[in-house]
């Protein structure tokens, strides 16, 4: 194994996060960590060494997420955004996802909603655009033309503002919105997050965002919400605390 492989963060199956080597430092301050500088958004921070501990802003665990949805996307050839649905139709765990889509990859990727979805040509996963000058919207029919609509990998197309109008509804019910479906009746794609985002205002996409990483930590065995009232910060801890 190369040097490069071998600073390569990796996920145990078995802790499903964060393993260490061996010492008794304690560290307060996620600042503190000794940690491979990241070079982009989907490199996660260095392991934790034995019964140390840190505190983390959202934006580090969302980096720690992106990253084990990457790690999954590359073994399965899926796209990222795939990825992290399966994952977290698997409570975030790739060894029930790899045990599961190896066993019946189609009913996998059936129940979690993505079966049509497939990687963009820029990335991402691809959204279809409307044939002919207009649509009629599924919601309100009202024939629009066809670059004010919107659909998910399923094909189903509504207007912009009944689109908008049922992800907002459906972020500000709370954290169900990260798997929210087409609206279309009995249709069951999951509607991706950058078709979310391309709707959503400013307000619900924050929203948006922090659900799939309160999402992340809820099913994490080595993060932690900070007990202090009105304080955002997730605690990170080592294998050997708790």
């Not at 509607?191 to 985002?197: A, G, K, T």
């Not at 965002?209 to 932690?224: A, D, G, I, P, T």
Request: glycine share 8%; with cysteine.
């Amino acid at each position: 194994m190369s040097d490069n492989e071998s600073e390569e963060y990796v996920y145990s199956e078995d802790e499903d996060g964060w393993g260490g080597d061996d010492g008794d430092e304690m560290v307060l301050d996620a600042e503190d960590v000794p940690r491979k500088r990241a070079s982009s958004k989907e490199e996660a921070p260095a392991r934790l060494g034995d019964g140390a501990y840190a505190l983390m802003e959202k934006a580090e665990v969302e980096t720690i997420m992106f990253a084990k949805a990457r790690e999954v996307s590359e073994l399965l050839d899926v796209p990222k955004e795939c990825a992290e649905v399966l994952l977290r139709h698997a409570g975030w765990s790739s060894e029930r996802l790899m045990e599961a889509f190896w066993s019946d990859s189609e009913k996998l990727l059936e129940a979690s909603g993505v079966t049509k979805w497939s990687a963009g040509e820029g990335g991402g996963v691809f959204l279809p655009k409307a044939a002919g000058d207009t649509v009629c919207c599924r919601i309100c029919f009202d024939d629009v033309p066809s670059a004010d609509a919107r659909s998910a990998p399923c094909g189903h197309f509504f207007c912009v503002d009944c689109y908008a109008g049922y992800v907002t509804n459906a972020v500000s019910e709370g954290a169900s919105c990260v798997l929210a479906s087409c609206p279309e009746v009995k249709c069951s794609t999951v509607v991706p997050p950058e078709l979310c985002y391309a709707l959503l205002d400013e307000k619900h996409e924050k929203k948006h965002r922090n659900y799939r990483v309160e999402s992340f930590v809820n099913f994490s065995k080595e993060l932690r919400w900070c007990p202090g009232k009105n304080c955002e910060k997730i605690v990170r801890a080592g294998p050997c605390v708790g």
